[in-house]
Nanobody
């Protein structure tokens, strides 16, 4: 059974930093593309960044240069380092192994709340 545990969210001032973690179990972590998504109130969930098993990364334009996605395959954990946070980054952040589809949707954990105040 796939388990995803996101952590590291919090409340910061604009310009601050947070590091999110996503501990994964139940899959062969190293072969999976891992992605971070976010969902702000009243908005659809959107892709933030993803990383292949070998470390190739991709970012949405709004976070490129501020966020860094990484992974530790030995620890079955993905990370999202978020710097220079802006109020528009406020959302619940989720990680997911993009190839795991259940009921037509990605598999989601409980998410972690990030709140950025101006």
């Amino acid at each position: 059974q796939v388990q995803l545990v996101e952590s590291g969210g919090g409340h910061v001032q604009a310009g601050g930093s947070l590091r999110l973690s996503c501990e994964v179990s139940g899959i062969i972590f190293s072969i999976h593309v891992m992605a971070w998504y976010r969902q702000a109130p009243g908005r659809q969930r959107e892709l933030v960044a993803d990383i292949t098993g070998r470390g190739r990364t991709n970012y949405v334009d709004s976070v490129r240069g501020r966020f860094t996605i990484s992974r530790d395959n030995a620890a079955n954990t993905a990370y999202l380092q978020m710097n220079n946070l802006k109020p528009e980054d406020t959302a619940v952040y989720y990680c997911t192994p993009t190839a795991i589809i259940i009921g037509g949707d990605h598999y989601w954990g409980q998410g972690t709340q990030v709140t950025v105040s101006s």
